[in-house]
């Protein structure tokens, strides 16, 4: 099989090769200090890097999951059908229970399941060749909506422009490109004059590690701050506007997405500065009407107690680690996705957009 | 010289010790892990230990540079008064400079110097004996001071109370027993069943490596999380009310604090949660109409972009780390001081207490 990667670079680094029936991920825990390539072939092994973070944000998790779903299938040794399909669900269940919020994990499983439900009278060998190229589509589309996204975002934007983000929306998240990054990828490239301030992001520091690191390997002008320095920034007059991604976003326009987006967003609406979140139609969950159903996951308590072997805390400290939080829709100024921007009346639009992707 | 601790044990760490002529801080860059104890009999060196964070917290500072401009004036040879006080200015020049924003640091200064400046009969040797006992009566009282703070805190709170606390006001940040870590003593102590959520406060992590190991230490129930995860918890109602200590407090009550105090308490306006302020009258400075006129210090970059010595952000980026921001006076439901609980009015008020302490 040839190289995955056809697509003309858009700027941003690719976080996900696949090539020759090998998966290859860049280690994001390792980041930004090694540039360290990790090699897949097993779904099991695809599930821990998922659960371990080696690869993180909610598109990128999708494709990496449609991957692994690949790698499953691949191994099932049946040719009946009907013990493919039984055997790949487990599959599919594995991969899916690896982490419990961002809803594109679940979209592209269902998206490889589907193919394969679609073709019953297909040999399983011919399953398993239809199922690699959906992964590889599954891959391809994130760029390419990612790129639609930026355009649609960029239009949103004065030309002059400080942007605050969160977390790592960026080409690391993703295929490539980034969605809210890519959005700030696509003003930078309709001649913007744009500054980024780019939180840390406790307690992962996807900010300080990731956003930073990508923005800088791209010239694109970074500052970094602590995430308890954005207000005062905004009260400073010193951002334009927020942007982020998203890890699910319910059917009226509640966000979930990392850990202090909500904080982020109340402060942007104390200072009047429009909220925007970039994310592919695939984030949209519309079988859920509202934030307070999407599942929030708790993590390690290592993760806030400790960076790397250096003890921050006491021993024995209570910890309570959410990795992400809902803003409610009324404190998002707009959805960016790749069909267009929601404004307003979120349920109409957000299901027209849905729809729209088929 | 007799020990400077005759005060009864009020509940918390004493970090700053006196007696025969030393002074012993706990170097609060090596807690949690490393409870190490610092020696000091020489005022450049206590400045270096300002200056690099031994020793942190608005109260806690100003009693350090107390001992230090004892230190600076044992040192003086001359008999002459009119040298000596010549001399005593530039050490206290010296202390001065280590720390722009808390004003504790210049009050307990200018106590020194009175003290100096009102005994022009004295020989110097009994004026260096005068100002060690000042420097003592700074330490002593700010523990009276802080216990006084507690009681008139704690009336506010109901019996069962979830209470957000950023950075360390704690016995750390002070002579002993804290200033908003006092006011939780002080409700623990009155039976009120109390719970503390502790902001981690990047990027020093005064919340994870001291107020956490205090309240342990003292074994109060506490949670720590990391800064941006306080508005998810009260958005889930799971805080009653915020206490955060004070730097520097203008004449109308805007205050200054921990870099992320300001997000807290646009957090809690959002919430309807009760934002209180502890803080003896020594770090209020009237001089200064409003919180604008008040110096933010910068502090090195690698605070940010390094715990320790490892690198969580890539080498070259921009930051920006500002070490406290402004909470307008409008954001705080009152101000706790020794001589009670101001609200409403902050000018006639906060004048009128700083008055009755002379």
Redesign the interface.
């Known amino acids: 099989m040839s190289n995955c990667g056809a697509f003309p670079n858009a700027g941003g680094i690719r976080p996900i090769k696949y090539s020759d029936g090998v998966l290859r991920l860049i280690d994001q825990r390792l980041l ?2 090694e540039e360290s390539w990790l090699e897949y072939t097993d779904y099991q092994e695809v599930a821990e890097a998922i659960r371990s973070m080696v690869v993180r944000g909610a598109p990128a998790i999708g494709i990496t999951a449609a991957y692994g779903a690949y790698f499953g299938a691949l191994a099932i040794e049946t040719e009946n059908y009907a013990d493919f399909m039984t055997e790949f669900a487990q599959v599919c269940d594995v991969l899916a229970g690896t982490r419990p919020t961002a809803v594109n994990l679940f979209w592209a499983l269902e998206r490889m399941k589907s193919l394969a439900r679609a073709n019953p009278d297909q040999p399983v060998s011919n399953l398993k060749i239809g199922l690699e190229y959906e992964a590889m589509a599954i891959n391809e589309d994130d760029i390419r909506i990612n790129m639609s996204m930026g355009r649609h975002g960029a239009a949103l934007l004065p030309d002059q422009v400080r942007i605050l983000t969160h977390c790592n929306a960026g080409a690391l998240a993703t295929g490539g490109y980034g969605t809210a990054l890519g959005v700030i990828r696509a003003a930078v490239a309709a001649g913007k004059d744009v500054a980024v ?1 780019a ?5 992962f ?1 996807q900010g ?2 990731l956003t ?2 990508e923005l ?1 390997k791209d010239n694109i ?13 905004m ?1 400073k007059g010193a951002i334009d506007a927020v942007i982020v991604g998203a890890d699910r976003i319910a059917a009226n326009g509640d966000v979930a997405n990392k ?2 987006t ?2 982020v967003a ?2 942007a ?2 200072h009047n500065i429009p909220f925007y979140v970039a994310a592919p139609t695939s984030t949209i969950d519309l079988q859920i009407a509202d934030g307070s159903q999407i599942p929030i996951e708790e993590r390690d308590i290592r993760e ?2 400790h ?2 072997e ?5 021993a ?7 990795a992400f ?2 803003t409610p829709a009324s404190l998002v100024t707009a959805i960016i996705t790749e069909h267009g921007v929601a404004q307003g009346n979120y349920t109409e639009q957000l299901a027209t957009y849905v729809r729209r992707s088929g």
Chains 1, 2 share one sequence.
């Open positions: 930004p200090t301030f939180d840390e992001t406790r307690p520091l300080s590690r930073a690191w800088q002008q970074t500052v970094l701050i602590c995430d308890n320095m954005a207000g005062y920034l009260s850990i202090g909500y904080t109340v402060l609406k104390e806030v107690t960076i790397g250096q003890q921050l805390a006491p024995g400290i209570t910890v309570f680690n959410p939080d809902v």
